[in-house]
Structure formats: C-alpha cells, structure tokens
C-alpha cells in the first residue's frame, strides 16, 4: 500500500530529527549536559537560583522588598556564568535553538502561516 502524503511528510521529519541528533552540535549537547548534570557546583548553584527565584515571586507577591534577594540572586547567576562548562553549555544549546527557530522560520515563510485568509 503506499504511503500517504501526511506519511511522508512526517517520515521526512523523523529523517531531520534524526540527522540533528547525528550533529556534532547535538552530541556535544548531549556530552555536556551529562557532565553539567554530574557537577555539583553546577547543581548547587542552580538550586540556589531556583530558591531566591520562588523567594522573589511570593516577596513580589505580598509586595515585600526584594533588593537584598535580587542582589543575592544575581551573585548566584553571575558565579553560574563564571563556569566555563556551563558557558559551554549554554552555547551549544543557543546553537541548537537557533536551529529549531531557522527551521520554524523557513516553514513559516514557505507556508506563511502569519498572513490572514484571504475572504
């Protein structure tokens, strides 16, 4: 039986994921998450940011000061940034966004999904 268009429209896409996954990019991606995940700095870290980040938003909320917090905040943020693993990791993950977005913008203007129907 052959296969329908939608069949092979979608067989395409798994052959591009695939091929994304094949990337040097995507295995460095994959590499450096392993090892950020296995860092306790890292961990650490972000932990921290989460906490003062729920701290900040319930403060916010009742209408409470925050400038000590934030200020704690971004010290955290900033000690984060300093480590060159997860500097590396947020770029090889920007690269891998902007991949997705060039894709998604490609289809967009193809099919250009944005325009009205006309009447």
């Given at each position: 039986?052959?296969?329908?268009?939608?069949?092979?429209?979608?067989?395409?896409?798994?052959?591009?994921?695939?091929?994304?996954?094949?990337?040097?990019?995507?295995?460095?991606y994959?590499?450096?998450?392993?090892k950020?995940?296995?860092?306790?700095?890292?961990?650490?870290?972000?932990?921290?940011?989460?906490?003062?980040?729920?701290?900040?938003v319930?403060?916010?909320?009742?209408?409470?000061?925050?400038?000590?917090?934030?200020?704690?905040?971004?010290?955290?943020?900033?000690?984060?940034?300093?480590?060159?693993?997860?500097?590396?990791?947020?770029?090889?993950?920007?690269?891998?966004?902007?991949?997705?977005?060039?894709?998604?913008?490609?289809?967009?203007?193809?099919?250009?999904?944005?325009?009205?129907?006309?009447?």
């Amino acid at each position: 039986m052959a296969k329908s268009v939608n069949e092979q429209i979608l067989e395409k896409v798994d052959e591009l994921i695939t091929e994304i996954k094949k990337s040097d990019d995507f295995q460095n991606y994959k590499y450096l998450t392993e090892k950020l995940e296995r860092n306790q700095k890292i961990k650490t870290s972000v932990q921290h940011i989460k906490e003062f980040q729920k701290e900040l938003v319930k403060r916010e909320h009742l209408h409470q000061d925050t400038s000590e917090l934030l200020e704690k905040w971004h010290k955290e943020v900033e000690t984060l940034q300093q480590i060159p693993l997860y500097q590396d990791w947020i770029t090889t993950q920007e690269k891998l966004n902007q991949y997705c977005q060039e894709i998604k913008s490609r289809l967009e203007s193809y099919f250009d999904f944005n325009q009205e129907k006309e009447s």
